[in-house]
């Protein structure tokens, strides 16, 4: 390798990256990175956006120096290899896609959840699994689409963490209970609710109507699995980790940011459904998680790490709920389980070692962008990745 040829860049947001070098706490465990990359024989370096320089193919950003226990500024050309942690479009990432390719891995995607569901429906084993979703466009469609369902979520097509997610229970004699983000619960006849949903039709974001699954109950509260989707040290996309996530009592919403609790997936599943083997489940959600992430794949190919959030019906039945394209990782580690956490930083490592072997870096000038993706399929495969080698975690 030459002198870049080890190096792996992490991109990190940049009110992140400060607080990291303030030694202020966040939910990037960044020295995870060092430690793996050490082991795998790479030298991770923390950037954020302002630390790169396009014009002179240039970064400046961080390493640590165990020895002194600190940070320390370095300036490198811009490293071969890039794991991108960020989730907000901006012009600067998206040139740098279109330079690196694949080699940027996690580049910027459109995060709207209905494009996602349309993307998702393309392949029949993910299309059965899916809720029934429309876009939220005419007050008059959509109060008449909430009539037939049992319970229905309205939800922001690009957000995440729960945040302004209204339940919508129909009762009985046609009225329906509306359980608002954050407020209480409000009983309302049809035309309220359709004043309602004009209103939030008039709010200028736009909204999803999502079918409500009858989601199966942990201890008398609702749960869904979190599952860690990346690409491994031989370009195949694994299952890192997965565990469940329970509401809160008297809640709807399973997010650890909405007060859910994560409990190892494992203990979940044996108490549900005591009359199915664990393995049998747990296989069942790797492959239905897989088949998901390597759809979206063919729209991003550089996409090579998500959370997806999967729900088990109370009859057993798999759902993909939701794509999350930069997971934060620290359900595993709420739940106990420092293996599959710290299995979340490591096999990102893994695949950065194997862009270096089998996807070497050409010219990646601002001049040498068109004809980048046929560059790619040229050597894609080319080299056959040696046998991992198994660090400690």
């Not at 923390?46 to 630390?51: E, K, Q, V």
């Not at 997806?308 to 709420?334: A, M, P, T």
Request: glycine share 6%.
């Amino acid at each position: 390798m030459s002198h870049t040829g080890n190096v792996v860049g992490i991109l990190l947001p940049s009110k992140q990256l400060r607080r990291i070098r303030a030694g202020l706490v966040t939910k990037e465990h960044e020295k995870l990175y060092f430690r793996f990359g050490k082991q795998l024989g790479l030298k991770p370096v923390l950037f954020d956006l302002c630390g790169l320089h396009l014009k002179k193919q240039r970064i400046t950003g961080y390493i640590w120096e165990p020895s002194s226990s600190r940070y320390i500024r370095v300036h490198r050309p811009l490293p071969p290899v890039i794991h991108s942690r960020v989730l907000k479009h901006s012009q600067k990432l998206t040139r740098l896609s279109r330079i690196m390719g694949k080699r940027l891995f996690n580049p910027p995607v459109r995060r709207d959840k209905g494009l996602i569901h349309r993307l998702l429906s393309k392949n029949h084993m993910v299309r059965d699994h899916q809720p029934a979703t429309i876009r939220l466009k005419n007050a008059t469609k959509a109060v008449a689409w909430i009539h037939k369902h049992p319970v229905v979520f309205i939800k922001p097509a690009v957000g995440s963490l729960g945040r302004h997610i209204i339940r919508v229970e129909r009762m009985r004699a046609g009225s329906f209970r509306v359980h608002p983000y954050k407020k209480r619960s409000m009983q309302m006849s049809s035309p309220q609710l359709f004043q309602y949903v004009k209103t939030i039709r008039k709010k200028g974001r736009p909204y999803l109507i999502q079918r409500g699954i009858p989601l199966a109950r942990y201890k008398g509260a609702p749960f869904d699995l979190r599952v860690s989707v990346q690409k491994n040290g031989a370009g195949k996309w694994v299952v890192s980790g997965i565990t469940a996530k329970v509401a809160s009592t008297k809640s709807y919403l399973t997010n650890l940011a909405q007060n859910g609790k994560a409990i190892r997936a494992r203990t979940v599943l044996a108490r549900c459904f005591p009359n199915q083997p664990v393995e049998t489940l747990l296989n069942r959600i790797t492959r239905l998680s897989i088949a998901t992430c390597k759809t979206l794949e063919k729209t991003w190919p550089a996409f090579a790490d998500a959370g997806l959030d999967i729900g088990v019906d109370q009859e057993g039945r798999l759902w993909v709920i939701e794509v999350n394209f930069r997971d934060l990782r620290y359900s595993f580690l709420s739940a106990g389980d420092k293996n599959m956490f710290q299995r979340t930083y490591l096999n990102p490592l893994r695949y950065a070692q194997f862009l270096h072997k089998s996807n070497p870096p050409h010219n990646t000038s601002l001049h040498a962008v068109s004809g980048q993706g046929k560059r790619e399929e040229e050597t894609e495969g080319q080299t056959k990745p040696k046998p991992e080698i198994e660090p400690r975690l």
